[in-house]
C-alpha cells in the first residue's frame, strides 16, 4: 500500500504528516512528489507562519526510503537519476521554505527521513528517537544532493560518521552532534513542539523570514556587500516594525500582519 502524505493547517500553522504506518512511514516516490508539492505551496502562502513536519504516529518519524520501489525505480541508471532528483527538488522545498519549518520526531528517523528532519529549522525529538543512515549495509551510496542539506547541519566529521560506520544514534548523541535542536520526555513531544510553534507564530513573520535568509547567506564564506548590508535594515519600512516597537513601550503583546 502506497504512502500518502497530508496538511494539516489551524490558523496560522500548518502541519505536514509522513504516513506509511505499514513501513514506519517511508517515504516513496509520491511522497516525495507530494512533499515538494505542498512545501512550496506552503512557502508561497502569506498567511502561514511556522510548518511542523512529523511523522504519522508515534513509532516514527520516517525509516528512511521505501526500499521496496528500489527494484522498479531504480534499476536503471536513467530512473535512478530522476529518482533522486525528486528527492533532492522535495529536500530543497523543505529548506527553501519560507517559512519557519520544526520536525517533530518521535522514534526512527533514519536515511531519508534523517535527510528531511535535517533540512527543517529546527528538530525536537523524544528521549528515545534514533537517528542515521545505514545505508552502507544496502550497498548504496547517498546521493550528493540529499548530503548537503546534513553536511550544512552537522558537518563532515558527523555525516563521515554516520555514512561510514553506518551506526544508529541515540537522541542524547545526536543532540551533542548537532543533528537535533532539543531533546526532551517522549511524553512531552508534541507539547514542546506546540509551544515552540506557537513562539514562532508569536513573532513577526517577515523577521523570521529574514533571519532564515541572513543566517543560509552567512555561511558562505563572502563579505557582505554594501547593498546586502542596506538590505538588513528593510525592517524599517514595515508595518511590523512600527507595530512591535508601539507594543513594546505600550507594555501590550503585538498583532504582527506580515505588512
Known amino acids: 500500500m502506497a504512502g500518502t502524505l497530508r496538511c494539516v493547517r489551524d490558523g496560522a500553522l500548518a502541519t505536514v504528516v509522513l504516513s506509511n504506518p505499514g513501513k514506519l512511514n517511508a517515504v516513496d516516490f509520491a511522497m516525495w512528489e507530494r512533499l515538494a508539492g505542498i512545501m512550496t505551496e506552503l512557502s508561497a502562502d502569506d498567511t502561514v507562519r511556522c510548518v511542523v513536519l512529523r511523522g504519522d504516529g508515534e513509532q516514527a518519524f520516517a525509516a528512511g526510503g521505501d526500499i521496496e520501489e528500489f ?13 533522486h532528483a525528486q528527492v533532492g527538488a522535495a529536500l530543497r522545498a523543505v529548506a527553501d521554505c519560507r517559512h519557519p519549518t520544526l520536525a517533530c520526531i518521535h522514534g526512527a ?30 550497498g548504496f551510496s547517498m546521493y550528493p544532493g540529499e548530503m548537503e542539506g546534513l553536511l550544512r547541519l ?16 541515540g537522541a542524547a548523541e545526536a543532540l551533542a552532534k ?11 513531544v508534541d507539547d514542546e513542539v506546540a509551544a515552540t510553534a506557537r513562539r514562532i507564530c508569536a513573532g513577526a513573520p517577515l523577521v523570521a523570514a529574514w533571519h532564515k535568509q541572513w543566517i543560509r547567506r ?22 511590523d516594525y512600527r507595530e512591535g516597537l508601539a507594543a513594546f513601550l505600550a507594555k501590550r503583546a503585538p498583532q504582527f500582519t506580515g505588512r
Open 71 to 83: 527494484l522498479s525505480r531504480r534499476d536503471t541508471l536513467e530512473r535512478a537519476m530522476q529518482y
Open 109 to 138: 528517523c533514519i536515511g531519508g527521513g534523517l535527510e528531511i528532519a535535517g533540512n527543517c529549522d529546527l528538530r525536537i525529538c523524544g528521549e528515545s528517537a534514533r537517528f542515521g543512515a545505514p545505508i552502507n549495509k544496502l
Open 154 to 169: 552537522a558537518g563532515a566529521a558527523t555525516l563521515a560518521e554516520l555514512l561510514l560506520e553506518g551506526r544508529i544514534l
Open 178 to 188: 548537532g543533528l537535533v535542536t532539543r531533546v526532551v520526555a517522549d511524553a512531552t
Open 218 to 239: 552567512l555561511q558562505h564564506d563572502v563579505p557582505l556587500t554594501g547593498d546586502e548590508l542596506r538590505a538588513a535594515f528593510a525592517f524599517l519600512d514595515t508595518e
